[in-house]
């Protein structure tokens, strides 16, 4: 199309200079809703302890696999570690429930699920750095491969997580850090435990039962992410003082 | 969003509908106020589509109240005051003004707030089709009406 007509036809609807829109803007209390300024505000509001807590777990088992002699006994003992970095990051997720403050957070500005679903891809993004960092330092140390390395420290981290969400969707504790701290444990122990009768289970013929119970750890940490902001999205007002 | 940028939007949509500047600038400001107080929105990048929305109802709101008559005698003062081949921008905003309300709209959104089909199209309500027809349709009469005055070739 002629430019010049488009231009004109453009000036035809100039309109007079707007008098009050600097005062006007200037006065506006807006908020940049560009959704990366979203995820950084929300990133801000994660508390430090939780950054602190799971960079130091991460410097941990760096000095464990890099000081343990056997390799197989360094990568059992980091994965009995990162079901406690699941824990950090439940702990994280479930603190409005945990300070009853989930009624105050569903009237604010972002419903809760939004802001739920924003801080768990925070931590999320967060403990996937810090997991890549560990397997590409741990697979030069141990000389496994990194698929292997990933089925065996993920699984317990992944089975923490589903396990912890689950009771928090099914069950409704005043106080989810105990179970959370219980789940943890438990996955931490079994860890060390089957690792007693020998590196047996970390052999290759077992590696098939590792892909499934990964697979198996995946689906129900998706179906139990799903339950957690449905559960959030019907929260019926007031519910915990009746309760 | 960049706010600026949007507010010289909408004041100019709203003055296209009500050709009062200060009036156009009240509703501006009330679509605003509008649109970041309220809690019904979700963010699901429609933004201009709502914000022209708020203003398109509040626009029509002030019109039914006080009836606005377009003064054209304001505008031909303002055009006074441009640079260059002032007489072909009188005829083309006069050749405008001659095209049908709707007509006017889309063009108003096409070439000078720059929307595209698909946000003029959840603005209008109307189906992408129709808009690029209607937009073809206006500046088919735009250009007969400039032939007719020998201002476009």
């Known amino acids: 199309m002629n430019k010049k007509l488009r231009s004109q036809i453009k000036a035809a609807f100039e ?40 960079g130091a777990l991460l410097l941990f088992a760096l000095y464990i696999s890099f000081f343990c002699n056997e390799n197989i006994y360094a990568i059992c003992c980091v994965s009995a570690l990162l079901p406690f970095l699941a824990l950090i990051v439940i702990t994280e997720l479930s603190r409005s429930a945990s300070f009853h403050m989930e009624e105050l957070e569903l009237s604010c500005k972002y419903s809760l699920p939004h802001v739920i679903l924003a801080r768990m891809l925070i931590l999320g993004c967060f403990n996937l750095i810090l997991f890549l960092s560990l397997l590409l330092l741990m697979s030069g140390k141990t000389g496994d491969s990194f698929i292997r390395l990933t089925l065996y420290l993920l699984t317990p981290y992944l089975l923490t997580c589903s396990c912890s969400l689950a009771v928090m969707n099914h069950k409704n504790l005043l106080d989810y850090s105990i ?11 079994i860890q060390l435990l089957i690792i007693l009768p020998g590196p047996t289970l970390y052999e290759n013929h077992y590696l098939s039962g590792w892909i499934l119970l990964f697979l198996f750890s995946l689906l129900l940490l998706l179906k139990e992410v799903r339950s957690f902001i449905k559960h959030k999205e019907v929260l019926q007002w007031n519910s915990l003082s009746i309760d | 969003m960049e706010l600026q940028e949007q507010y010289d939007k909408i004041y100019r949509y709203c003055y296209f509908k009500l050709r009062d500047s ?16 309220q809690n019904s929105y979700r963010d699901i990048g429609k933004e201009t589509a709502y914000l022209y929305t708020i203003a ?81 349709l206006a500046m088919k009469q735009l250009k007969q009406s400039l032939r007719k005055e020998d201002f476009y070739e």
């Open chain 2, 56 to 136: 398109k109802n509040l626009c029509m709101n002030e019109y039914q109240k006080r009836k606005t008559v377009i003064s054209s005698s304001e505008e031909l003062e303002e055009i006074s005051s441009g640079q260059e081949d002032i007489e072909t921008r009188i005829a083309v905003k006069e050749a405008v003004h001659t095209l049908p309300a709707d007509l006017q709209e889309l063009l108003m959104l096409r070439f000078s707030n720059e929307l595209s089909l698909q946000e003029i199209t959840r603005i209008t309500g109307i189906s992408r089709f129709a808009v690029y027809r209607k937009i073809n």
């Open chain 2, 22 to 37: 200060s009036l156009a600038e009240d509703i501006t400001q009330e679509t605003f106020l509008r649109f970041l107080n």
């Open chain 1, 15 to 54: 309109a007079p200079i707007p008098e009050r829109k600097d005062a006007f803007v200037a006065n506006l209390n807006y908020s940049d809703r560009r959704p990366w300024s979203f995820y950084i505000t929300q990133a801000s509001y994660i508390r430090k302890r939780v950054w602190i807590l799971s």
């Open chain 1, 179 to 189: 179970s959370n701290i219980g789940i943890a444990g438990f996955f931490s122990f």
